[in-house]
């Protein structure tokens, strides 16, 4: 089994900041990717941000220069720092992760977190 564990959201005023963490834990030999998604009211999920295990990352146009992805794979836990909030960042989060659970598989495994909310409003 594996479980991927949210922390971090809550509700801050425009223009904030907030952290968010996502801890991986179970059978794990190695992740690849790393990701966060958000679903805002009303709307389908969307990427936020992605990060390989090497280090390469992925923005969507509409957080770029105002949010940054990290990872420590020694934890298994990838962050998300978001600054200057917008209302419009509103949205349950959702971490995933792809992981591979086993060194005599290559399988690789889709897994989600259970959310946490962000809500930005003064």
């Known amino acids: 089994q594996v479980q991927l564990v949210e922390s971090g959201g809550g509700l801050v005023q425009p223009g904030g900041s907030l952290r968010l963490s996502c801890a991986a834990s179970?059978?794990?030999?190695?992740?690849?990717?790393m990701g966060w998604y958000r679903q805002p009211p009303g709307k389908q999920r969307e990427l936020v941000a992605a990060i390989t295990g090497g280090g390469t990352i992925n923005y969507a146009d509409s957080v770029k220069g105002r949010f940054t992805i990290s990872r420590d794979n020694a934890k298994n836990t990838v962050y998300l720092q978001m600054n200057s909030l917008k209302p419009e960042d509103t949205a349950v989060y959702y971490c995933?992760?792809?992981?591979?659970?086993?060194?005599?598989?290559?399988?690789?495994?889709?897994?989600w977190g259970q959310g946490t909310q962000v809500t930005v409003s003064s």
């Open positions: 995933n992760a792809a992981i591979r659970r086993t060194s005599y598989s290559n399988s690789v495994y889709l897994h």
């Open positions: 179970g059978s794990i030999f190695s992740i690849n990717v």
